[in-house]
């Protein structure tokens, strides 16, 4: 029979509450995560302390308008919550407007064939390189936008 001389063990180190939430919290970012939390919480907090008796002001025509190219916006850039609070807090219809309503709403065109950038995209495209000489309604034209995620580079390209 053998027997073993037991090795004298090394104390655990206890990590703290502080170290604990840090390494959470590093974890949580790097997962890409952490900001979704965050804008849930937001969102459901907002949605329990809303007032659902309390009447929301009509939209105007232009109020509608102006949400909805926010809400294209926020959605095409995965700002799902924010998007949401908007829809609840401003009244916004729930299902968005069709595009080509928005398109001929602000009395204008898109040359591109590619509709999935957002139309204020285009608007901004065209206040940073139109010309005092060009037409007021071809403002949705090409965009330079250029996505952060590559892969949507890559789809637009296979789509085209």
Do not use: C, W
């Not at 390189?129 to 037409?135: E, P, Q």
């Not at 250029?146 to 892969?151: A, L, Y």
């Amino acid at each position: 029979m053998r027997t073993f001389a037991a090795r004298p063990r090394r104390p655990l180190k206890m990590a703290t509450v502080a170290e604990l939430k840090a390494v959470l919290k590093d974890t949580l970012e790097k997962r890409g995560v952490l900001g979704h939390l965050k804008a849930r919480i937001r969102a459901e907090v907002f949605s329990a302390l809303d007032d659902d008796h309390e009447p929301r002001p009509t939209l105007s025509h232009e109020n509608l308008l102006i949400n909805e190219l926010i809400r294209e916006y926020l959605e095409f850039n995965k700002y799902k919550y924010t998007a949401s609070v908007l829809t609840a807090e401003s009244g916004q219809p729930a299902v968005p407007l069709d595009r080509q309503f928005l398109v001929r709403e602000l009395n204008a065109f898109e040359e591109s064939k590619d509709n999935k950038i957002p139309l204020l995209y285009g608007i901004l495209a065209h206040f940073l390189h139109g010309t005092k000489d060009s037409v007021p309604n071809t403002f949705l034209k090409e965009s330079s936008f250029q996505p952060s995620n590559p892969n949507l580079v890559r789809q637009k390209k296979a789509d085209g």
